[in-house]
């Protein structure tokens, strides 16, 4: 497909670059992009429903994602290339195409229920966001918290929509009894920004809100600050961490701008459309994170790259939590009371604590 370097309000990526995996250039003589309103859902009879972590740099073992692509169209995100792997575009196809997983639940459960599972805590949204837009109508991440509160069983998400808070029932229910904790994603508090980068995801404020929320009902949220992206949003790095505190954050992490694979190519062409004045400069930076490339995929530097600049937002994030009173809580989640039946007796022989 080829690429437009068009803007579209309420899509993140400029273009429909062609996967990396496809093996026919196509190129259309009518107008490339969809309207930012011609979001494609599609169903997907997954068949199998969890992945194990096989990365020592994230601090979970199992994760599960409902959908595949994110209507949220954040230009930076690191799962657009797996979209490459359906023959689509990491660029628009992966904001525009949208694979919902209808049988999620069913298959959740059939892994509950086999006599070897061993129970770990199930991270929704360390790929794409569990409550993007199209959740409204599917539900499938409320029938996952469903299930996870009939089993007792262990959950985490990181979300950056309002839209989390629809479930604050579901949520209140299972923090009584240590079977949950939330990230709030926030990248920045300036809303020109944040339409640029992350346009069908909330506003910071909303972010803030739906944090504040959560910590109301009693549920354990801290904050993802992520991306940092050097010479863009960095000088918010202490705004951020003091409103966040004012919410009511548990703890507050960061993680440094990743641009694997497509991403580096989207990222820039975004740079060129939206900062052109910034655009050298923030990849200079970028790129003195990153071993003087734009990504570093080795372990141990993937999120926090490395270097002075590297070194300086690490210190800084550090400080400023220390000076808000972030407590930094560890929001151990408890694995010893899963249920291998809904509503019978806790699984105690069986469960990993």
């Known amino acids: 497909m080829q690429a437009t370097s068009k803007a579209d309000h309420g899509r993140g990526s400029l273009s429909s670059p062609e996967g990396r995996f496809e093996k026919i250039q196509r190129q259309k003589l009518e107008p490339d992009l969809d309207s930012p309103g011609n979001t494609r859902v599609i169903?997907?009879?997954?068949?199998?429903?969890?992945?194990?972590?096989?990365?020592?740099?994230?601090?979970?073992?199992?994760?599960?994602?409902?959908?595949?692509?994110?209507?949220?169209?954040?230009?930076?995100?690191?799962?657009?290339?797996?979209?490459?792997?359906?023959?689509?575009?990491?660029?628009?196809?992966?904001?525009?195409?949208?694979?919902?997983?209808r049988n999620a639940v069913a298959l959740l459960e059939e892994a509950f229920q086999k006599r070897n599972y061993e129970v770990s805590p199930i991270v929704l949204g360390a790929n794409t966001d569990p409550y993007q837009p199209i959740e409204r109508n599917e539900q499938i991440t409320r029938g996952i918290l469903e299930l996870c509160e009939e089993y007792q069983h262990p959950v985490a998400i990181t979300t950056k929509s309002h839209l989390i808070t629809r479930d604050l029932d579901l949520l209140s229910r299972l923090?009584?009894?240590?079977?949950?904790?939330?990230?709030?994603?926030?990248?920045?508090?300036?809303?020109d920004l944040i339409s640029k980068l992350e346009p069908r995801a909330g506003t910071g404020l909303r972010r803030l809100d739906a944090l504040q929320k959560l910590r109301k009902s009693g549920i354990p949220a801290g904050v993802l600050m992520a991306p940092v992206?050097?010479?863009?949003?960095?000088?918010?790095?202490?705004?951020?961490?003091?409103?966040?505190?004012?919410?009511?954050?548990?703890?507050?992490?960061?993680?440094?701008?990743?641009?694997?694979?497509?991403?580096?190519?989207?990222?820039?062409?975004?740079?060129?459309?939206?900062?052109?004045?910034?655009?050298?400069?923030?990849?200079?930076?970028?790129?003195?994170?990153?071993?003087?490339?734009?990504?570093?995929?080795?372990?141990?530097?993937?999120?926090?790259?490395?270097?002075?600049?590297?070194?300086?937002?690490?210190?800084?994030?550090?400080?400023?939590?220390?000076?808000?009173?972030?407590?930094?809580?560890?929001m151990s989640l408890r694995t010893d009371i899963f249920k291998r039946a809904p509503g019978g007796q806790p699984d105690l022989f069986l469960c990993q604590t």
């Open 229 to 330: 992206i050097p010479g863009l949003n960095d000088s918010e790095i202490e705004q951020i961490v003091r409103q966040c505190a004012e919410a009511g954050a548990l703890w507050l992490y960061h993680i440094l701008l990743r641009l694997p694979y497509e991403v580096k190519d989207l990222f820039t062409e975004w740079l060129d459309h939206y900062y052109p004045e910034k655009k050298d400069r923030i990849l200079h930076l970028v790129e003195s994170t990153r071993a003087g490339k734009l990504n570093d995929a080795r372990f141990g530097h993937r999120m926090a790259g490395n270097g002075n600049y590297a070194r300086l937002i690490q210190m800084r994030v550090r400080a400023a939590v220390q000076r808000s009173g972030i407590p930094g809580k560890d």
């Open 43 to 101: 169903e997907e009879q997954a068949k199998s429903i969890l992945t194990k972590n096989q990365s020592p740099d994230v601090p979970f073992d199992v994760s599960l994602n409902p959908y595949r692509g994110c209507e949220h169209g954040c230009i930076y995100c690191y799962a657009r290339p797996s979209h490459a792997y359906l023959d689509l575009s990491p660029g628009r196809d992966f904001e525009t195409t949208i694979f919902a997983k």
């Open 175 to 191: 923090a009584s009894r240590g079977r949950v904790n939330v990230n709030i994603s926030i990248t920045s508090l300036q809303q």
